[in-house]
């Protein structure tokens, strides 16, 4: 396996699993991502470590926009996995949000922004 995939059993896909990461989540924002995240624990068991994006429609019209920042984000999570882990956990899933209205200019304003979010959960 390739260490900076992201293989489809890391996906988060399952709707179930979207909702329980909902209900019980927490949030964590940095300049304009917003993460929400659930560790695995004995309440709340997780089989396997699962990430998502999501980019907001009401925030761009253009199905090209919103590809592009999901591009990005899961870019910088790929790129990054290794910090995330350890910042979120090895076993906990997350889903992370675009949550403001412009496009990011370029891939390192976002991965600078991953990066400041993963040691803003650190610290």
Known sequence: ?????YPTPEKLKKKSDIDLLFKKGKWLSVDSLRIIYLRSSD???????????????KFFKKA???????????ESYRL?????????GDSSVA????????????YSSVESQFLNLCH????
């Open 1 to 5: 396996m390739k260490i900076n995939g």
């Open 43 to 57: 309440k709340n068991p997780i089989a396997a470590h699962q990430f998502g994006v999501s980019v907001s429609k």
């Open 64 to 74: 090209v926009d919103r590809n592009r920042v999901k591009r990005l984000l899961r």
């Open 95 to 106: 889903m992370l949000f675009w949550v403001s209205k412009e496009l990011p200019g370029h």
């Open 80 to 88: 990054n996995k290794n910090l995330y882990k350890e910042a979120f």
């Open 120 to 123: 803003k959960k650190t610290s």
